[in-house]
Nanobody, 120 residues
């Protein structure tokens, strides 16, 4: 079971750090990631980290968001800086098998989601 925390409301340019706790999914071929969804849109992958620490980001968050894990790999983080209203969404932590495409990866277990709201 995955549990997210750290969401909230900030103004444009602000920062938030999301955390996700749960059993470590550090198996070979598994990855963990952060996804987000806004009403009326499909859930999209934001950042993923594989069992061998390969990291991927969607283009819109590169240079602003950083995905990381603690040393035990039981906690996943997403540091979000320079937030904009376009980052407003429910953010989900997920774990699952790695796939060829980032958007298809890490989708096996899901957290309940945490709301991130960025106002101008």
């Amino acid at each position: 079971q995955l549990t997210e925390s750290g969401g909230g409301s900030v103004h444009t340019g602000g920062s938030l750090k999301l955390s996700c706790t749960g059993p470590g999914y550090s198996y070979r071929g598994y990855c963990m990631g952060w996804f987000r969804q806004t009403p009326g849109k499909e859930r999209e992958a934001v950042a993923t980290i594989s069992s061998v620490d390969k990291i991927e980001y969607i283009e819109s968050v590169k240079g602003r968001f950083t995905i990381s894990q603690d040393s035990t790999k039981d906690t996943l983080f997403l540091q979000m800086n320079s937030l904009t209203p376009e980052d407003t969404a429910v953010y989900y932590c997920a774990a699952g098998p790695e796939r060829r495409e980032m958007g298809d990866s890490c989708q096996g277990y899901w957290g309940q989601g945490t709301q991130v709201t960025v106002s101008s």
